[in-house]
């Protein structure tokens, strides 16, 4: 009992435990800020990521893409893990307003727009057609107009809260769209001066993922016109990707497993047919594998961030540990008082590991709760920072980042709480060890000098 | 209690210190024994090993070589535990600097020994009882309104009477005392050793070591240590 009273009063009484405690607090508060905001940060722009492609996608880098899709795609949709399927068409093109003879190169998707958002979170990216994708492509003005729906960075530009302007309607500018038909055997499709297909499209909307690398190089067509335009009809029609979505509650990993074995099956069974060689260079992967050059730096960068959070939990334990020492070397006189009335060496240690603990715990829930606070309202102080004196911690003009994520963990909290306590206890064990070992009669003679 | 009589006999107690390169015997065999009841007093100049005699009888020290024993059991036999129970509840020391528990109130101070082997649990069931005692041992060093003081608030004599309150809780078969006259002016020293003699005339067995030889007439017996040894 003495030593739950005496930890709290060593804690509440003496003014270097409000310096360690002070740290400690110093040390969670930062760790669930960073990682509440870096956590956010990942976890978004990985959602937006999975939200740019289905579940699962099987398909090739190559331009000149595989043969046979529709049959895969008619297959894999039957199976019961299944929720849907869309073909995708992906290339390169050069674009340019209609008379302004100015070009500049974009990635260009063909995309089949009722599936592919039926696959993808396609549909809650566009402006103009957020609650109908199908219509994606429609100009209101000439339903027989071919559309385009263009990546929102290379349409407009953001303002400094992050906001685009947009037109009330889409206006059906004129936007011309030239691309290299190659022939199954990856050789230009055509010789002679008009070596490539060029077709004039019209604004229908525009696509706002959230992912600044799509949104500012992406233009979508519809399937069949960019199936065209890349020579990709003939003599076998090819597509580059199949994005599958698989019904809720199907493992992703376990679904693309199930894919795999049924691409392998498929791909024996085609053996042999025209142009089944390009079926070779086809694979099935995951979204997170599909979209690994994306994600790896982010994912890098957390790793990283991870790795300087174990160094801060160093530095918490040496502070702990340089505060105990000297604590402890100011309590030597204690030590010998307590061990002169028969404290026992386990007693001794108990009582300052008790201090430790009761450090932690103290010093965590300041950390914890300051950090709440200071999440809450970390958007009012970016808002009031950004009025005030011009500063953002991310330049909305350049990154596409809406809110500062704030969302708390409740395990992380848990696990930050932990670690902090475990950091207080490690650094006051060896000083405690040390303590407990000193003889009654040195320490209390010490003290005397 | 030995087959003598003795409640503690020392006997051939040597101890010798390192002090950076020079090594400092201080007891050279120094033999020492105390029946119940008695009020010893061990003197000496500075440096004869006074303090360290006392603190080998308190078992907050271990000797070089000699042996110790109280109650006719020999402390080098006991083991951690045992030791801690001696100290604990045997011995009842006294310090010439009081080491009272700046953190703790003056009736805290005092019921300490008591809490020290109580769990949780057994501290709640035995607190009320303690406390009392703690009460009526304040009252009986005249501390009774001091009660609920912290130590740096109390003058040197207050503070040596609480921690002889201290020292009395656990009702021990001896008092050690070190010098408890030495940091008091002689008024306050004189009510002190006033109380010693009162708790003796009480039946307390007292060692107390003193470089005064004035204090030292107090005792029933005086035991001079010079060179190491009892002479």
């Not at chain 1, 809110?403 to 650094?427: K, N, Q, S, W």
Request: charged share 20%; proline share 2%.
């Amino acid at each position: 009992m003495y030593k739950l009273i005496l930890a709290f009063r060593y804690l509440y009484r003496r003014r270097i435990s409000y310096l360690a405690l002070a740290a400690v607090a110093l040390c969670v508060f930062i760790v669930v800020v960073v990682m509440t905001v870096m956590d956010g940060l990942v976890g978004d722009f990985k959602e937006k990521n999975h939200n740019f492609t289905g579940d699962c996608v099987v398909g090739t880098e190559s331009l000149v893409g595989f043969t046979y899709y529709e049959d895969f795609a008619r297959i894999a949709e039957k199976a019961n893990y299944v929720e849907a399927v869309t073909p995708v068409i992906k290339s390169y093109a050069l674009v340019g307003l209609e008379g302004s003879g100015r070009n500049i190169g974009v990635e260009l998707m063909g995309v089949e727009a009722a599936s592919y958002s039926r696959v993808t979170g396609f549909g809650r990216t566009l402006y103009y057609h957020k609650g109908d994708a199908s219509k994606a492509f429609n100009i209101k003005s000439d339903a027989n107009l071919p559309g385009f729906v263009i990546g929102a960075d290379l349409w407009s530009m953001r303002d400094e809260k992050g906001e685009y302007y947009h037109a009330p309607n889409p206006d059906a500018t004129a936007l011309s769209a030239t691309c290299f038909p190659l022939t199954a055997k990856g050789a230009l499709a055509k010789a002679g001066t008009d070596v490539v297909n060029t077709k004039t499209f019209y604004f229908s909307d525009c696509s706002q993922s959230g992912l600044a690398r799509v949104d500012g190089s992406i233009i979508y067509l519809p399937f069949t016109e960019a199936q065209a335009l890349c020579g990709m009809t003939e003599p076998v029609a090819r597509a580059s990707w199949i994005h599958i979505k698989f019904k809720q509650g199907t493992n992703i990993e376990e679904g693309c497993r199930r894919v795999r074995q049924m691409w392998e099956k498929f791909y024996d069974e085609h053996k042999g047919k025209d142009n089944a060689e390009l079926l070779s260079q086809v694979s099935v992967r995951s979204w997170k594998e599909h979209r690994r050059e994306s994600i790896a730096g982010m994912e890098k960068e957390q790793a990283m961030l991870m790795m300087m959070f174990g160094l801060v939990g160093l530095t918490t334990v040496f502070i702990v540990y340089v505060v105990f020492y000297m604590i402890i070397s100011h309590k030597t006189k204690d030590i010998g008082i307590l061990k002169s009335i028969g404290a026992s060496c386990g007693d001794v240690i108990v009582l300052f590991l008790g201090f430790a603990a009761g450090l932690g715990i103290a010093g965590s829930a300041v950390g914890v709760a300051g950090g709440i606070l200071f999440l809450r309202n970390i958007n009012r102080i970016e808002g009031w920072l950004f009025e005030r004196f011009g500063f953002q911690l991310w330049d909305r003009t350049i990154y596409a980042i809406g809110e500062i994520p704030h969302r708390l963990d409740l395990t992380m909290l848990a696990v930050v709480t932990g670690c902090a306590i475990l950091a207080c206890l490690a650094g006051a064990a060896l000083p405690s060890v040390s303590a407990a070992r000193a003889r009654p009669a040195d320490v209390l003679q010490v003290s005397q000098l | 209690m030995s087959k003598d009589g003795f409640i503690i006999e020392a006997q051939g107690i040597h101890k010798t210190y390192r002090m950076g390169a020079a090594q400092v015997q201080v007891l050279k065999g120094a033999d020492i024994a105390v029946k119940r009841g008695e009020f010893v007093a061990i003197v000496g100049a500075s440096g004869s090993g006074k303090s360290t005699l006392l603190h080998i009888l308190g078992a907050l020290d271990r000797p070089d070589k000699g042996v110790v024993r109280f109650e006719g059991r020999d402390l080098s036999e006991m083991s951690g535990g045992e030791l801690n129970e001696y100290r604990n509840k045997m011995i009842g020391f006294v310090f010439q600097f009081y080491h009272l528990l700046d953190e703790l109130n003056v009736l805290e101070n005092v019921i300490l020994p008591a809490m020290v082997p109580a769990g949780i649990i057994g501290w709640l069931s035995k607190r009320a009882g303690v406390k009392k005692r703690g009460l009526e041992l304040l009252k009986a060093v005249g501390l009774e309104e001091r009660a609920t003081h912290k130590p740096y608030q109390l003058s040197g004599g207050e503070r040596q009477r609480a921690a002889i309150a201290r020292a009395l809780v656990n009702e021990p078969r001896l008092l050690l005392a070190d010098e408890p006259t030495g940091n008091l002016d002689s008024a306050t020293g004189n009510g002190i050793l006033e109380l010693l003699e009162r708790l003796n005339r009480a039946g307390q067995t007292i060692v107390m070591v003193t470089h005064d030889e004035r204090v030292a007439k107090r005792a029933g017996r005086t035991i001079t240590l010079a060179d190491g040894k009892v002479k």
